[in-house]
């Protein structure tokens, strides 16, 4: 027997031809568009009320202008804005900032992250390792 799936789109999806066991249940989350084009606003407040110096602030701010680019898009190229959203979680990160002010930048990092999906997983990472 075959099965041809086409699009799939949901937070968690198993494709099993035999037995599948899930121990500790599956979550998914999902974050619309609109979403992550809020967290990537409040980001770019945060980063621009976070205590930087100069060259780390013209840093994060290139890389902020590149996410917005990468977001605006019809189709986001979800890899390349995950790039760039890890290269910012670095710098903030390096610069003290994500734990001076945590919720304001980690939130919408977090959900940024989320919303790239599997290109955002070593954000996700990062982030963690902070807690």
Do not use: C, K, Y
Not at 63 to 71: A, D, F, K, N, P
Request: proline letters at 5%; hydrophobic letters at 45%.
């Amino acid at each position: 027997m075959t099965f041809n799936i086409n699009n799939q789109n949901a937070a968690n999806i198993n494709n099993v031809g035999r037995d599948q066991h899930i121990t500790g249940g599956q979550t998914g989350i999902v974050v619309t568009p609109e979403q992550a084009q809020q967290a990537f606003a409040e980001l770019r407040a945060g980063v621009r009320a976070a205590p930087l110096d100069p060259a780390t602030s013209a840093a994060a701010q290139t890389e902020l202008r590149e996410v917005e680019t990468g977001l605006r898009q019809p189709e986001p190229d979800r890899e390349r804005i995950a790039g760039r959203l890890e290269r910012l979680t670095r710098i903030l990160r390096d610069a003290g900032s994500l734990t001076s002010a945590a919720s304001a930048l980690i939130a919408p990092i977090r959900i940024l992250a989320q919303w790239l999906g599997a290109a955002g997983a070593p954000i996700l990472g990062l982030l963690a390792a902070l807690v």
